[in-house]
């Protein structure tokens, strides 16, 4: 059973950082590329970042670029979201998520919070 676990989120101030975690499970975990995806109120869900399964490639989007790292741990099992000089835009409940035989699996979200 397939398992997407985040956590790491919460209210920060503008400029400040956060690093997000997803625990995985159920799977083959460094075989996969894994992605986090950000859904603000009112908006889609869009991408922010993605990291192939050995983790020797990334992409960003371009508002994230340069202040957000994504990385992966394969001992671990765990996919990290590292993100820096937050803006109040960076608002958003934050996913991770895994392609698995065509098959999109989520984890339940994090809240962040960038505000003063």
């Known amino acids: 059973q397939v398992q997407l676990v985040e956590s790491g989120g919460g209210l920060v101030q503008p400029g400040g950082s956060l690093r997000l975690s997803c625990a995985a499970s159920?799977?083959?975990?460094?075989?996969?590329?894994m992605s986090w995806y950000r859904q603000a109120p009112g908006k889609e869900r869009e991408v922010v970042a993605v990291v192939t399964g050995a983790g020797g490639s990334t992409n960003y989007a371009d508002s994230v670029k340069g202040r957000f790292t994504i990385s992966r741990d394969n001992g671990k099992n765990t996919v990290y979201l590292q993100m820096n000089s937050l803006k109040p835009e960076d608002t958003a409940v934050y996913y991770c998520k895994a392609n698995l035989w065509g098959t999109a699996y989520w984890g339940q979200g994090t809240q962040v919070t960038v505000s003063s």
């Open positions: 159920g799977f083959t975990f460094s075989v996969y590329a």
